[in-house]
């Protein structure tokens, strides 16, 4: 209840900003959990109009995109990082923003797997950061 309170106190674009953040996470994240990223990654950057060569944004709305992401992704259960930077770059390509989808790897101490993903925007990481990405072996990028 206090949620939806709180959400009624938003401006309209911002209301218009989570909802449309909600069903993006909530597609990515369906996505993720129905069919490998192998095979609907290629649907999904033929469905997200390439942004221009040069479009730049106002790192202001850049960052409120990526509050609106996170602040969804408590309501989308398993809303993983790769959900996250899915959907904070989906967005801000709607948008015209370009970024860069980074996935890392590591083996830890114990010998365990473990994967990250984040978004960087103009050399900057937006989302997904942490103090500990450079211990991550960044994987080549993904073909569009």
């Known amino acids: 209840m206090l949620r939806l309170l709180k959400f009624l106190q938003f401006s309209l674009a911002d209301k218009q900003l989570l909802l449309h953040s909600l069903l993006t996470v909530a597609w990515i994240r369906l996505a993720l959990s129905v069919l490998p990223f192998r095979i609907w990654q290629p649907l999904l950057a033929s469905l997200t ?22 602040s969804v992704s408590r309501l989308v259960p398993a809303a993983t990082c790769l ?4 959907a904070t770059r989906v967005l801000l390509r709607r948008y015209g923003v370009v970024t860069r989808l980074q996935i890392g790897v590591l083996k830890d101490a114990q010998g365990q797997f473990h994967a990250h993903a984040w ?26």
């Open 49 to 70: 109009p390439p942004p221009a060569a040069s479009a730049t944004a106002d790192p202001g709305f850049v960052q409120h995109v990526v509050w609106a992401v996170r």
């Open 83 to 86: 959900t996250q930077a899915l």
């Open 119 to 144: 978004v960087e925007y103009r050399g900057s990481v937006i989302i997904g950061g942490s103090d500990s990405l450079g211990q991550y072996s960044v994987l080549p990028p993904l073909k569009r």
